[in-house]
């Protein structure tokens, strides 16, 4: 635990202008950024007697290390540099709200020739038209079933599409007149297009214009007699007001605007925001945050529309949000919205009427949602808590490890031999610390001595960290020799993927590798409390002489086998057996299987990338496009190796210099053997009309799923 007053900054030192700082602690981990408009009053709160803070903020002070700040002209810039910094840095003592979903959007890909409707999650794209967030895929399809009576727009995949366009036979929605089939020519691409615009104009609230159309069609069909039309277009008119009344009117001028609800106690806060478009409800969403700092409801409010708007710019940004609760002060926000939309937007609380009342409808959702979360994380946090405990008290540890990493090694009868690293902390998996291995210290298949080196190139990039920033002295950990363990020791892991090099690369020194001085999360910088390996006495004994080798004591070592599910000890002659009812069994038990799954996983890429290696990969200066360009023009590989110079140049962007080159490529690979299927013992044909029918050389694995998977370990 730090001293605030060993780092405040001196008299004098802090700027009185608008700004953003951030607090570091010892690892130079940034643990919290805020704003100011006075960067020297608010820091000097800081900096306070300790008694006088609050429990959060004095947990916060006194775990930082350091605190440096950036001074900025408008009270905006800072707002927007803080949201910024806390999506980058991700600081564990910052308000961040935690999404309980994906929420699922109806879509429309305007950016294609033909539009596509469909449901999508995740991050927006350039040129697609989004609508919701919806509570439920299956809302978005029933939505998309009705209208599809009224505009026929594409839906299919673009397998689908391209399928369909070259046979000449639409999908089944074509034939039904869901779908005005455009693969086949039935709709011009424009006026396809004008469809698509309708779609989304009905979906944005002009209805009324699409209703009294339909009307005036049916009665003039009628009229003419034609009463199979006016029929189909009354159950249009039908299928429209079916589809509108599954989002009533809440808002009676058609208003356009955002409405955020808190429900917060002293530990947690829960958001709720209801999109409102055209008067209607078009999407719900909500998150939970714990409250890790001293905050007010304003201050809640401000975190949630940074959340919100941060990465939305024009119509998604709507001309007013209604808040239970004004941030203070409130222009630099309103005025950051307005920014961001392009155009005025109203930032303030309702009080009377129809958005007061709806204002509270969206109170009781988010009541709803904190008492919901707070039921399920009670029953989870209990879980986790208890299978820490078991597992505490059955290794002999001192206290429940809160970051337990799990190591598997991983190969296809000793090809590809690659390990995993997963990490778990709290009970939970941690994805963003992951990490995967390529065993290249030796040839062959051997678990334990796999093993050895993966533990080894771990640890000794933690001792390399230490080093760096000054916690490791000249006294500190050795080799078995007696030789201080120094970062260049073994291969060194590449900072892109945690992949290993050559152990005789010219890499540079391991802590020249973590350029990070800004804050941003290191690499293997945070020791576990426990280490989990797959596998038995050997595994375990390996990880064991690999840590003792490195000096490092302090983190405990156990195996989970397979067989009887028996987690073993480095100094114990039997394992320990946990009752399979045991939570603390269940926990490893997950770790183990997800370190095996992520390891299975990086070895079938490994693979895979192996076996569609051909010998124009190894072509200078020859890119993916223009090895696609050449394949597409010969056919196969083997067409492309018995054409002649001159019919090479006759690809486009292929010189006379590239063509030669290739030439000579080729004729120094060897011609690929024939694949061959070890399920029926068939040899493949070698006309393939890409490359991946295997490297040169080396035969094509084939064969069923099962047969491959029973090869792997």
Known sequence: MADPSSYRPKPGQIPDSP???RFR????????????????????????????????TRTMVTTAASVEWTVVSTEVEALQLEYSWIK???????????????????????????????????????????????????????????????????????????????????????????????????????????????????????????????????????????????????????????A????????????????????????????????????????????????????????????????????????????EVLVPALPDPVEPVQEWLTGRRGSGVSLRVPQRGDKRALMATVERNA????????????SDLTTRSRALEEIAEALGLDSAPLRIECYDISHLQGDDVVASMVVFEDGLQRKSEYRRFQIKGFEGQDDVRSMHEVITRRFRRYLAEKERTGEWTEDGPALAD?????????????????????????????????????????????????????????????????????????????????RLEEVWLPDEDDPVV?????????????????????????????????????????????????????IK?????????SATLDQICEVPGIGRKTAETIVVALAQAAPPAPAVNTATGEIMDEEEPDTTAGSPGEPAVAGTPEERRGQER
């Open 88 to 242: 980058e840095y991700d600081p564990r003592f910052n308000v961040k709200y935690r999404d309980d979903k994906s929420y699922p959007y109806l879509a429309v890909t305007m950016n294609e020739e033909f539009p596509r409707v469909q449901v999508m999650r995740g991050h927006k794209k350039k040129g697609v038209r989004y609508f919701g967030p919806y509570a439920h895929a299956w809302a978005i399809r029933d939505t998309v079933d009705l209208l599809l009576r009224v505009f026929p727009v594409r839906t299919c995949s673009a397998g689908v599409f391209k399928n369909a366009s070259r046979t000449g036979r639409p999908c089944l929605l074509g034939y039904i007149g869901k779908c005005s089939a455009p693969c086949v020519g039935r709709i011009s691409a424009d006026d396809h297009g004008d469809l698509a615009d309708e779609f989304c104009d009905f979906m944005t609230g002009r209805t009324g214009t699409y209703l009294r159309r339909l009307e005036k069609q049916m009665t003039q069909a009628a009229e003419e007699m034609e009463y199979e039309r006016a029929a189909r277009l009354r159950d249009d008119i039908e299928a429209l007001k079916k």
């Open 633 to 641: 023009h010969f056919g196969s590989v083997k067409k492309l190796r």
């Open 367 to 378: 009541q709803q949602a904190l008492v919901l979360h707070k039921t399920k994380r009670a």
């Open 244 to 319: 509108m009344e599954k989002n009533a009117v809440v808002l009676a001028d058609a208003t356009d605007a955002d409405l955020i609800a808190v429900a917060e106690d002293e530990l947690e806060a829960a958001v709720q925001i209801f999109h409102v478009r055209g008067g209607r409800v078009r999407g719900q969403r909500g998150w939970v945050t714990d409250k890790v700092e001293e905050i007010t409801t304003g201050a809640l409010v401000e975190h949630a529309l940074q959340q919100l708007y941060g990465e939305e710019t024009g119509d998604a940004v709507p001309k």
């Open 578 to 630: 946990l009752p399979r009812t045991s939570e603390g069994l269940y926990l490893l038990q997950r770790v183990r299987d997800e370190a095996h799954r992520f390891a299975i996983a990086y070895q079938r890429t490994k693979r895979a990338k192996r076996f569609r290696a051909g010998p124009l990969d190894d072509v200078p200066g020859l890119g993916e496009t223009r090895r696609q360009a050449l």
């Open 482 to 562: 007696g030789t201080p363990a120094t970062p260049a020791d073994g291969a060194p892991l590449t900072p892109a993927d945690g992949t290993a090099a050559s152990a005789d690369s010219p890499a540079a020194p391991l802590a020249d590798a973590l350029k990070d001085d800004d804050g941003r999360p290191r690499r293997f910088a945070y020791p576990p409390q426990l280490v989990v390996v797959d596998g038995g006495k050997p595994q375990v004994m390996a990880a064991k002489r690999a840590l003792d080798e490195l000096g490092v004591d302090d983190i405990a070592v156990c195996g989970l086998a397979k």
């Open 25 to 56: 602690d010892e690892h130079r981990r940034v643990i919290y950024v805020g704003k100011a408009k006075s960067l020297r009053q608010r820091l000097a709160n800081y900096f306070q007697d300790l008694a006088g803070l609050h429990p959060r």
């Open 19 to 21: 700004g953003v700082y």
